[in-house]
């Protein structure tokens, strides 16, 4: 636990490195979207040679790509722990009742608000 405790502590004093992870946790999944589309005919066919081997392989890189993502949006989203003053995410549909208005309602304000701490 000490480990976990001296990374959110070094990225809570240099915040260009919870930036640099969050941009390349979006960056990972979003890329990752793409190869899947761009690619699933390859993709299929070389899983198609050889089931036993490939699908498993397939399925393991895909367990990887998605702890690497989630992995980088926990170091970057660390800089917003125990804080007060932090903005923290969107609230969701939680806090602003069934309505589409509230929901909308929230997401201006989430917008309006991101990166104020920083400016």
Known sequence: MA???Q?????????????????????????????LIDYQYE???WAQ??????????????????ALIFGCLCVGSTRCEGERGCF???KGRRHGGAS??????????HMENVGKKHR
């Open 88 to 90: 923290h995410s969107f």
């Open 7 to 35: 990374i959110k502590g070094y990225v809570r004093q240099h915040e260009w490195i919870a930036d640099t992870f969050s941009l390349l946790g979006v960056g990972l999944l979003f890329g990752t979207i793409w190869v």
């Open 49 to 66: 040679q050889n089931v036993v081997l490939h699908i498993p392989a397939i399925m393991l890189a895909l367990a990887a790509d998605v």
């Open 3 to 5: 480990v976990c405790a």
């Open 43 to 45: 993709v299929l066919t």
């Open 100 to 109: 589409l208005y509230g929901a909308f309602n929230n997401w201006i304000v």
